[in-house]
């Protein structure tokens, strides 16, 4: 069974630019969820992906997109970098209609300069 | 919208017994659930909740009251390898996207 992986591990910006975060889901899982974890704070839920429509959404402007793909891998878009947005971001999978608990990925370290 | 309060810090002997308390305030509810995370690490599953009452894990077990909005997770014979970060989180959704709290940093002392 693969685990939640994640890529890049690290990036670093430059304010204003986009950046895309890739999460390949565990085997099996059909939902993907994506947080956002700035240092010494809980994670922040961005979005949730089912069955490749968006089920969910926080309170996260319209600049931080989505995408669910076939083989429910997701990518995380983020358009316009701001300085803020330095933090943790994970990546968590599901199973809708098994077993409640989510899988994180190791994440990706996003720093903006 | 939610509101989810856990204590920032605590500290406790190797061996002992300590219970790191939870309080939410939810439009909605889709169980509670806790996470352990490690420093530079993914969050794990630890517990979850939906009905009142306590369910033991082992040496973890959790509580859940829903009328008063209140959760614990309960950690007893503490080990080194039990200081991390201890993350409160109340189910969002069918999906269960989870709302987290802050997390309690815990210390285990020898």
């Known amino acids: 069974e693969t685990g939640v992986t994640q890529s890049p591990t690290h990036l670093i910006k430059t304010r204003g630019q986009q950046v895309t975060l890739r999460c390949s889901s565990q085997s099996g899982h059909n939902t993907v969820s994506w947080y956002q974890q700035a240092l010494g704070q809980g994670p922040q839920f961005i979005f949730q992906y089912y069955r490749e429509e968006e089920n969910g959404r926080g309170n996260f402007p319209p600049r931080f997109s989505g995408l669910q793909f076939p083989n429910y891998s997701s990518e995380l878009n983020v358009n316009a970098l701001e300085l803020d947005d330095s933090a943790l971001y994970l990546c968590?999978?599901?199973?809708?209609?098994?077993?409640?608990?989510?899988?994180f990925g190791p994440g990706t370290r996003l720093t903006v300069t | 919208g939610q509101n989810i309060d856990q204590p920032t810090e605590m500290t406790a002997t190797e061996g002992a017994i300590v219970q790191i308390n939870c309080t939410y305030q939810?439009?909605?509810?889709?169980?509670l659930f806790w996470y352990q995370q490690h420093a530079g690490e993914a969050p794990t599953f630890l517990s979850y909740?939906?009905?009142?009452g306590l369910e033991e894990k082992g040496r973890f077990s959790s509580f859940l009251s829903r009328s008063k909005g209140y959760s614990y997770l309960l950690l007893k014979e503490l080990q080194m390898k039990d200081s991390a970060s201890y993350l409160c989180a109340v189910g969002l959704n069918s999906g269960y996207a989870l709302n987290f709290g802050k997390g309690t940093s815990l210390l285990v002392t020898p």
């Open positions: 909740n939906v009905l009142d």
């Open positions: 939810t439009s909605g509810f889709n169980g």
């Open positions: 968590a999978s599901s199973l809708v209609g098994g077993a409640k608990e989510q899988y």
